[in-house]
């Protein structure tokens, strides 16, 4: 399968090339597709890192990448700090969650742009982590430009905060800026974004969807997971391209696969498996298939719980998260579900709408098209009140919001 890289070059005030900004492409024209961020910066880093030389991409020197907010609060997947400049999206809402997120990406080495910056109460708290302000040299008056370089001078007692001009279309506009006190430039006047094109070696679509399963536990069953990959060439393959950052200083090489899962480690692997999930069960597919998926996984599980049958919580969630897949694969539930290890319970609900889980679907379906009788009388059947239901539909969405469906995988 063909895939893509679009790249644009970020150069300092001799107009030498010092770092590439990295950007998501679907095809060979050099535009954004139009996609969800999250899915658009998944499927970046899994062609990027997982699929291509990223040193041939960027010959060495650093890259930055846009992050969205749940890819934030869920950490990056196993990326360099010495090499990846994480980029913060003008829209992603501030707040203590991200503030310490953002912190403890910066205790790991990583350093941090503001992508688009606008100065305002809410984004302030930005400045003093960021290593690169990026300025949208067109969207941005004069008086807001100053009020930016201002801010970031007052901040950066101490360190080196870089103010970047994003836009730079002619040398009049390059001289302005660098006159400002900015040392890095971006802009059609350097060079336009270019695209690299490269093959992907895809992860069959069963060892994809046990991969899914094996990571829902609260705890990883290596041999589990180390079976599904050594099966599956281009998991093997990209398991060992994402293990070379962890692997940088070891005297010996990786000799298997369940080194290479040990060496990544629980969090670290659950990540990466995120990223693949999204990058290739996604791909195509509209994502607001993905999170209503896993919103229903975290609503079944709530409802059992509350309903007080814990023990089918699990089955619950799977239930949930499988009931969309025939949409997202076209293939029929029962064809996708026979060579799956879940549970007898799950298939039946599912394939036979029958079973203990039957009334927790049946429920999710009336209660997402709003049919009231027939969620008044499957209420009565699970002994749930309508405060109990919104509640946990609530926290379900929550979640999801939050970086379960990120989490999902």
């Not at 969090?267 to 993905?290: Q, Y």
């Amino acid at each position: 399968m063909e895939i893509y890289v679009g790249r644009q070059p970020i150069l300092n005030s001799d107009r030498e090339t010092v770092a590439y900004e990295l950007l998501y492409r679907s095809g060979e024209k050099n535009a954004f597709p139009g996609m969800d961020g999250t899915a658009a910066t998944s499927n970046l880093i899994n062609n990027a890192f997982y699929s291509m030389d990223i040193n041939e991409i960027v010959g060495g020197k650093r890259l930055f990448v846009n992050f969205t907010r749940e890819l934030l609060l869920s950490g990056p997947p196993m990326l360099d700090p010495n090499k990846v400049v994480i980029e913060i999206l003008e829209d992603v809402l501030v707040d203590e969650a991200l503030i310490q997120a953002l912190k403890a990406l910066t205790h790991k080495g990583f350093k941090l742009a503001l992508d688009d910056f606008v100065l305002n109460e809410a984004s302030r708290p930005l400045i003093p982590l960021a290593d690169y302000i990026k300025v949208d040299w067109r969207a941005s008056s004069k008086e807001e430009t100053g009020g930016i370089i201002d801010a970031a001078r007052q901040a950066a007692t101490g360190r080196n905060i870089k103010l970047l001009a994003e836009k730079i279309e002619t040398y009049e506009e390059f001289r302005q800026a660098l006159n400002l006190g900015f040392t890095c430039f971006q802009g059609y006047f350097f060079a336009r974004p270019s695209v690299i094109k490269g093959k992907d070696l895809s992860p069959g679509v069963w060892s994809m969807l046990r991969l899914m399963t094996a990571v829902q536990g609260n705890h990883l069953d290596i041999n589990e997971i180390s079976d599904i990959i050594t099966k599956d060439p281009a998991l093997c393959y990209k398991l060992l391209k994402v293990v070379n950052v962890a692997a940088v200083g070891l005297r010996q090489p990786v000799s298997s696969v369940k080194q290479a899962i040990v060496l990544l480690g629980e969090i670290e692997i659950r990540r990466w498996i995120s990223v693949l999930l999204l990058a290739h069960l996604s791909a195509d597919k509209p994502t607001e298939l993905m999170k209503t998926a896993c919103v229903r996984a975290s609503f079944g599980e709530r409802l059992a719980k509350a309903a007080g049958q814990a023990d089918l919580a699990s089955n619950a969630f799977f239930m949930g998260l499988f009931s969309l897949m025939d949409a997202v694969l076209e293939r029929p539930i029962e064809k996708i579900l026979k060579p799956l290890p879940v549970a007898p319970a799950v298939s039946r609900a599912l394939i036979d709408s029958k079973g203990p889980l039957a009334p927790y679907l049946e429920f999710m379906l009336a209660y997402e098209q709003g049919h009231l009788y027939d969620m008044a009388r499957l209420m009565d059947a699970l002994r749930i009140n309508d405060e109990t239901a919104i509640r946990c539909y609530l926290e379900a969405v929550k979640w999801a919001d939050e970086g379960g469906a990120a989490a999902a995988g």
